[in-house]
């Protein structure tokens, strides 16, 4: 499989939370942005073994930032150089202020058929904190617009953890998101990251991080909560509708290949992974060509590297770790060095091994003690 990420850093305004890298530059350099974007797609298409695209993103940033016209040109040029399968899944990422009857209007004559919407919260005060641009009633009318328009495959985000939020908070933001009609849910935990607005007001003690244990409570309560309506569970913060995990994402975790543009993006072929320098203003001077002015970075990744990979992605997944692939990529030695890493995990219940598919597989119990589990059984480590 291959996919394509295209990364808009445009932002209205930064929310206090987020590190990604992003840029509240107004219309000029959209457009020069735009340009440059389409050149580096022309050239670095070649990085993909094939031009047959399984899935494409377009990431932020808040794509949704630029207009009708904009997105129609990037298309064109994806279109030049690839062609879609099939069944290609085309996700825009958009937040609910930026949404609007005439733009889903243009939208829909896109190749976009799946979108994600930032809501975080339905709680007015805590959009306010995080300096979100919507409030929980724009969220609720622009996703109402999007099914409207003909958008049946929408995701939605949440966050949890939130500075003085309560398990009842959290219950409320879980139900209201499963009953809206959503496709897919992705939840995560909020972590305080160095240089942000919310960091910076958690060192000056303006707000509190919530403690791990009400962290704990909350994840508790939205498993039990996406389980009791059927949904599936198929990445430690992803969950779904029978049939509609995010194909893009899921590439990640099963090794695909992707190319990343933009500034910042990151690309991967299986055996190397570089990233695109995170400067908008370097990247329009250069008019997108990132590889004639060397504004990116990369790594070899050695066998030890790439087996880390495979436990650290694939156990992420509800699909677990296939002992079997794990044993073709890496030889019989190595699988069984990783076999005897997992007996304590497994004697703690904190992993199950699937006999019929050779598998390794996160328990509950084991998903919130992730980091660590997958930790020990990395072998470059």
């Known amino acids: 499989m291959n996919g394509l990420y295209l990364h808009i850093p445009f932002c209205a305004r930064r929310c206090a939370y987020c590190d990604f890298y992003s840029t509240v530059e107004g219309a000029e350099m959209r457009e020069r942005f735009v340009t ?14 094939s031009a047959v695209l399984h899935s494409v993103y377009l990431g932020g940033g808040t794509p949704s930032q630029l207009n009708p016209s904009q997105l129609s040109r990037i298309f064109r040029t994806i279109g030049q150089r690839f062609s879609l399968a099939a069944d290609a899944e085309v996700t825009l990422e958009v937040n609910p202020d930026d949404i609007a009857p005439t733009y889903l209007k243009e939208l829909a004559k ?16 805590l959009l306010r904190l995080l300096n979100r641009r919507h409030t929980a009633r724009q969220a609720r009318r622009a996703f109402l617009m999007m099914r409207e328009a003909g958008f049946s495959n929408i995701s939605v985000d949440l966050m949890y953890g939130l500075p003085d939020q309560t398990v009842a908070d959290w219950e409320r933001d879980v139900d209201e998101a499963l009953s809206m009609g959503a496709a897919h849910l992705s939840a995560y935990a909020l972590t305080y990251e160095e240089g942000t607005a919310l960091e910076r007001m958690r060192r000056q003690g303006q707000v509190r991080e919530a403690d791990e244990e009400l962290s704990r409570q909350m994840y508790e ?28 994402n ?8 992707y190319l990343g ?20 203003t370097a990247y ?12 990116f970075e990369d ?9 880390d990979e495979m436990v650290m992605t694939r156990l992420r997944t509800a699909d677990g770790l296939s ?7 890496f030889g019989t030695a190595e699988r069984a060095a990783l076999t005897k890493r997992a007996q304590e995990p497994l004697q703690r219940g904190w992993l199950a091994y699937d006999v019929a598919t050779d598998t390794l597989r996160l328990t509950r119990q084991g998903l919130f003690l992730s980091d660590g589990i997958m930790a020990d059984l990395m072998p470059g480590l």
Request: positive net charge; proline residues 5%; hydrophobic residues 40%.
């Open 221 to 248: 309560l939205l498993l039990d909560k996406v389980r009791a309506r059927g949904w599936e569970h198929y990445e430690i913060s992803n969950f779904c509708l029978p049939g509609c995990r995010a194909c893009h």
């Open 250 to 257: 899921s590439g990640y975790w099963n090794g695909m290949n």
């Open 284 to 295: 329009v001077s250069a008019g997108g060509d990132v590889d004639g002015r060397r504004l």
């Open 261 to 280: 543009c933009g500034p910042g993006a990151h690309s991967y072929d299986g055996a190397v992974r570089r990233w695109n320098t995170a400067d908008l």
């Open 110 to 125: 896109l190749p976009v058929n799946r979108l994600s919407m930032g809501i975080q919260t339905f709680d007015d005060r």
């Open 36 to 49: 440059a974007l389409c050149r580096e797609i022309q050239l670095r298409a070649p990085f993909l073994p």
């Open 323 to 329: 002992l079997a692939a794990y044993g073709n990529a």
């Open 299 to 307: 790594e070899v990744l050695t066998p030890a590297m790439r087996a």
